[in-house]
Structure formats: C-alpha cells, structure tokens
C-alpha cells in the first residue's frame, strides 16, 4: 500500500531558529499533501493544503509566514516552522492519497519541542 | 465549518467485550473514513465508507455509512490488548478538496 514518509519523527530546537519538516510519498506521486497539527489528547487540526507547483492554501487562523510549506515535486512537501517558539511545540502530521477512489495515507508524524 | 460529534470519548473494556463507536454531522459527507492512532504515531486508515448505507468489514472492525450521509458507527468485536489506541472518524466532502474534518477520538483501553 502507499506509504508517507516524514521526517525527523522528533526535533528540538531553541527559541528563534526554524525547522524544517519532511513528508514524502514514497511508492506514489501526490499533487496533493495535508499538514495537520494535533496537541495532546486533542484532535488532528487542518493547517493547510500543499499543492505541487503552487502555493498552499492555508487554514483559517494559521499564519503562512510563520509555517512555510513547499511542494516542490510530486513526492516532497516541506513544512518550516519559523522563527520558532515554546508555544509552536506540537505533533505535526502530513498525509497524502496515491488517486481519489482510496483514503488518505498519514506519515508518522514529527514531535517537535522548542525550548 | 463542519463538525464532528464522536462519542464516546473514551472507553474502558474488557478483553474479548465487543466495541462501538460512533459520529455523527450536522450535515453531510460523501465519504466516511475510521482511524485509529497509537501514541508518537500518525494515524491508520481502518476502512474508508463512500456511499450512504455501505457497510465494510475488515477483519475483528466492521463500519457502516449512515443512510442520512450524517453518521458512521465502527464496530470492534472480540477486543484484545493491541485494539488499545486512539479512533478517529474522519468525513469528506467531494467539493472540499478532499480535506478531512476529524473527530475528536474515541480513547479505547482493553484491560487484559
């Protein structure tokens, strides 16, 4: 089956610098990638839609010069936290869907802490 | 938007007891989607639903798409110890660019 890759799974960083999170389809091509954020015990929260070629369509609420995302080709998105602070600290979550008839595939999600 | 109302938020079994789950809408999907997720991962999809009325097993879980398109139950039955984790239900709309509304989870703890 289609497989999402993300990567780092867990990332700490000081106050003010920016990270830079991977999401990959592996096996297939997604013109289409999600990012989702998610606090502890709490739901998947939609930030944004990544469309290869364009720029992504963003939540309503998420600052897009805070979280950059990138979808440069058919099997990468990236998504940089800039600027970073404590309160960015989350679990971010990509997914992607290799063609419309099957459901969203999700990468393992990265823990990012921020100190 | 649209929301999500997923209950129970959390549930408390014994091994071997059956489980079920459910969410409903205020308004309609054209597609139903179960997750569930274990701790530090991302979510898996368990079955996806796409047409009112369907029903889907796979394996011990079995989910049905509500005749209204405004619910979803899943069903797991003969629970065992990995069942433990996190369920979601998910819904779509065709003209929504295939994003996900989630739930806010079902909490499932199997005791041995």
């Known amino acids: 089956g289609a497989v999402v890759s993300q990567h780092p799974s867990r990332v700490i960083c000081k106050s003010g610098t920016s990270v830079k999170i991977e999401c990959r389809s592996l096996d297939f091509q997604a013109t289409t990638m999600f990012w989702y954020r998610q606090f502890p015990k709490q739901s998947l929260m939609l930030m944004a839609t990544s469309n290869e070629g364009s720029k992504a369509t963003y939540e309503q609420g998420v600052e897009k010069d805070k979280f950059l995302i990138n979808h440069a080709s058919l099997t990468l998105s990236t998504l940089t936290v800039t600027s970073a602070h404590p309160e960015d600290s989350s679990f971010y979550i990509c997914?992607?869907?290799?063609?419309?008839?099957?459901?969203?595939?999700f990468g393992s999600g990265t823990r990012l802490t921020v100190v | 938007g649209q929301q999500l109302n997923q209950s129970p938020q959390s549930m408390f079994i014994q091994e071997g007891e059956d489980v079920s789950m459910n969410c409903t809408s205020s308004?309609?999907?054209?597609?139903w989607l179960w997750y569930k997720q274990d701790p530090g991962e991302g979510p898996v999809l368990l079955i996806a639903l796409y047409k009112a009325g369907e029903l889907t097993s796979n394996g011990r879980l079995t989910a049905q798409f509500g005749i209204t398109r405004k619910d979803s139950f899943l069903n797991i039955s003969a629970s065992i110890p990995s069942d433990v984790g996190i369920y979601f239900c998910?819904?779509?709309?065709?003209?929504?660019?295939?994003?996900?509304?989630f739930g806010d989870g079902t909490t499932l703890t199997v005791k041995p």
């Open positions: 998910a819904g779509q709309l065709r003209t929504n660019a295939g994003k996900s509304t």
């Open positions: 997914s992607a869907r290799e063609a419309v008839s099957l459901g969203y595939t």
């Open positions: 308004s309609i999907f054209n597609t």
